[in-house]
Every structure is written in C-alpha cells, then in structure tokens.
C-alpha cells in the first residue's frame, strides 16, 4: 500500500469568530436509558472546542443526529436529554430546539448572546441528511456564518450536516477532530512493531473489510467476540449454535491462508465460554472447536485470555475494534476485561475503536489508561485502511 498523504485541516483555531454565528457539528450520539444519557463521553469529547469557541464570543449552535430514525421523527430520539446533560457539563442552561432548520431555529441562534449555546434537533430526522440533499444542506447553514466540524465519528460520511454545508460556509475543523487525524495518522503512517489489531465484535462482516486491508500493514490479527465463530467454522470446528456469517466462511478460509503465507499470526480462541443463552442459565468452557450443537460461543476462555495477553504485552502498537464477548451480560464479560487490563499494563501504544469497545472501557474505568480511545468506531477503522474520509477532504488546508 503506498504512504497516504498526510491530512492537513483548515482548523477552528485559526479563525476569530467573534459575534458569529457558528454551526458546530458534533457527534452526540449517544446511549439513553430511561430518558437521560447513559454515557457522555462524547458530549465531554466536544467540550473542548465548545470552550474555544465560547471564549472567543461565538454564538454556538451544536448539531448532531442520535440513533436511527430513518428520515422521520422520533420523539424517543428528541435531542433534549443530551441538550440538558450538555448544560449540566458547562455549568449553564442550553435549550434545546424542536427542529434543526426553519424560522424557529434562525430566531433562536439571533438572539444568542456570544458565548452562548444551543442544540438543534437531530438532524436525521430529516431524509436529506444522509442523502447530502443541497436543499438540506442551504436550510441547515442559512442562520450561520461559520460551520466548524467536530464529529469525526461521522468523517466517513458524505452527509449534508457534514459535507453539503462546506460548499456553504467557510469551514474548520474543531479540536477533536484535529487529535483525532493527528493520533490516528500516526499509527497509520508509522505504528512501533509489532502491530497488531484485536478484533472482537458480534458479527465478522462488519470486520472483514478491515481485516483484509490492514492484512498487509499488521505484524498479526487477535480474533475474539463473534467474529472469530466465523473464523472457527472456517477451519471446520464445530461452533455449535454461535454466531456465524456462513457466507463468510470461505473468504475467511482465503484469508487465512493469505495470512499465512505472509508471514501474518492469526490468534484464534483455543477455549470460549458457552451457554444455550446469553441472558441466564448454565455456562461453560470448552475447547474452541468442540462447541455441543444448542450451545452458543459467547466470550473467548481463560487459556486465550492469558494467550492473548501474552501477545499484547510485547507489542508496540496495538488498535482495538470490538469487545470479546457479550460484556454486557456478566458472565460473558471476563475476556473484555482481560485483554483491557493486558494492555493498559502493556508498553504498546493502544487505540481503542470507539463504539462497543469504548463503552466497555469506560465501564472497567480504564479509558484514561489507553492510548487512546478514539470516538470513531467504523470511521477509525475507514481512516487506518486509507478509505475515502468525504468530511475530511471538505475541510482540507
């Protein structure tokens, strides 16, 4: 793979936007419970671009979209739990706006004071955002002088929030979006060997892309979670009822003998944890490849729990995309936390992937002792892979 020229962004930093409007597009998509946010990481996340602005007497709006609504309202998907989590976090009340475009949304952003904060409605809830509708995109930016773009997690994405309202206003690239391609461009262009990717999640499609174009960049793969079922079935183990892509299994069958031929270690589960279900009843361990028919694999076994770790404490570079079982059930949880407290205590430079995995480690109160933990999930991935990244080519320097 040839190098990928480096990422240069026209930055939030250098603009004075005092008394301006700006649209600030963050990535506030995140978990509710009962009505109120589950986990702010990604409200804390944007913070920092938030006080920027608001420092230098900007009158902010923040967009964002929350869930799936699939171009329709959703009133359980409303922005008003993460306008008052937002408010709670800078000390100061911020409304919360029925709609992200229209005459409501142009009077409220004008009578904002500089330093003052609004939140728009979820923006998806508009069928034109994940088309990059123009007309969208010219209601979206028609209050605002400045657009500044901080949601990286949607940077592989040509939406209209993120792209379409470029070609409308000057734009700059917030404070998490610039540490974000700047972390992430480092392991990309010149990661400490070896380097591996842990690999976990429910499902091996939503991971055979990344496998098969970090292949040749990688000193070896670390498969756990759903995904290595896949791989197991591949070889011709029996995986019992566990998840698997059997459209898959021949591709990865390829893959593997790919991998070896280039010299790659592939690290497959030698024991997992099983069960009939994953919400209750009997659990047990057995070998990888001698899952009983009825029972599910549903978390990587205390031998590959000390195999993987083994590997991990001798690396130098290590991205993480996906947890090792089903974490949120508690006797399922064992493999996350082991592989997440191996490379904390590792010297290997970490990233987590965002998304599953970084809402693990900030269950196991081990987020700050990463790396790195990106806000990005496929978007991380995207941009390790050197995939077109359609917000950040709209913000190039």
Known sequence: MSPMPPVRLRSVRDVNPRGKRV???????????????????????????????GERGAKVAVLSHLGRPEGRVVEELRMGPVARRLGELVGARVNALRD??????????????????????????????????????????????LFVNDAFATAHRAHASTVGVTKLLPAYAGLLMEREVEVLSGVRDAPRRPYYLLVGGKKAKDKLGVLTDLLPQVDGFLVGGGVAFTFLAAQGLAVG??????DLVPVLGELLQRARALGKEILLPEDVVVAREPAGGEVRVVPAGEIPEGWMGLDIGPRTRERFAQALRGAGTVVWAGPMGAFEHAPFAAGTEAVARALVASKAFSVVGGGETGEAVERLGLAARFGYVSTGGGATLDFLRGKPMPALEALRA
Request: hydrophobic share 40%; charged share 35%; net charge negative.
């Open 23 to 53: 649209l600030l597009r963050a990535d506030l998509n995140v978990p509710l419970k009962d009505g109120e946010v589950a986990d702010d990481g990604r409200i804390r996340a944007v913070l920092p671009t938030l006080r920027l602005l």
């Open 241 to 246: 009822r566990s998840v698997v892509d059997r």
């Open 100 to 145: 992200s475009i229209g005459e409501e949304v142009h009077r409220a952003v004008d009578s904002l004071s500089p330093g003052e904060v609004l939140v728009l409605e979820n923006v998806r809830f508009h069928p034109g955002e994940e088309e990059n509708d123009p007309g969208l995109a010219r209601e979206l930016a028609a209050p605002f002088d």
